[in-house]
T-cell receptor, first 118, second 116 residues
């Protein structure tokens, strides 16, 4: 089974801190994603990457950046954390290649990181 | 643009009763549609997906969904609820024909409670 591992289950940070959320997948997937999950809003895509060093903005990239230096690792960075970034963050990976979702593509999600910014 | 609307943020059913979770989509082109389930303290798992093949799609754990273009719906059903079905369910849509759109648009989720 594909395993998508997020380094922290819970994080508490202070306003203005730089925050790194790490995600590692072990199935050599090309595509990796970062979503945030908020009650009443569902999941919203922050960034995705379809290759090493490639990144694309999702729906809500403001206040975030990402890094994909190695295929298996996709990091989400909050340059200066704010209270409105308190949320559940979900990483996902998929077996597709390139920026278009294929018919056989399936997203595998990590367990999530609950980030609280105080 | 694509979007999905899940009717009912909370649904309660008795054990053994029919489960019906509603999802309506909006898409200007034939969409791909998905249902994901999130159990407590876990990530999302794919239940089933529609990718323009058979309109009735069977997924894991006895769930199925039917794509109805005339109603722009993709409702999730299960004939008999089990206690282990208690979870949050997300409907999602994407447009596979749009370059650079490797992006699922998720609904706001429906929390299913199963009453013993």
């Amino acid at each position: 089974d594909v395993k998508v591992t997020q380094s922290s289950r819970y994080l508490v940070k202070r306003t203005g801190e730089k925050v790194f959320l790490e995600c590692v997948q072990d199935m050599d997937h090309e595509n990796m994603f970062w979503y945030r999950q908020d009650p009443g809003l569902g999941l919203r895509l922050i960034y995705f990457s379809y290759d090493v060093k490639m990144k694309e903005k999702g729906d809500i990239p403001e206040g975030y950046s990402v890094s994909r230096e190695k295929k298996e690792r996709f990091s989400l960075i909050l340059e200066s954390a704010s209270t409105n970034q308190t949320s559940m963050y979900l990483c996902a990976s998929s077996s597709g290649a390139g920026p278009i979702l294929s018919t056989n593509e399936k997203l595998f999600f990590g367990s999530g990181t609950q980030l609280s910014v105080l | 643009a694509q979007s999905v609307t899940q009717l009912g943020s909370h649904v309660s059913v008795s054990e053994g009763a029919l489960v019906l979770l509603r999802c309506n989509y909006s898409s200007s082109v034939p969409p791909y549609l998905f249902w994901y389930v999130q159990y407590p303290n876990q990530g999302l798992q794919l239940l089933l997906k529609y990718t323009s093949a058979a309109t009735l799609v069977k997924g894991i754990n006895g769930f199925e969904a039917e794509f109805k273009k005339s109603e722009t719906s993709f409702h999730l059903t299960k004939p008999s609820a089990h206690m282990s079905d208690a979870a949050e369910y997300f409907c999602a849509v994407t447009n596979p024909a749009v370059t650079g759109a490797n992006n699922l648009f998720f609904g706001t989720g429906t929390r299913l409670t199963v009453i013993p």
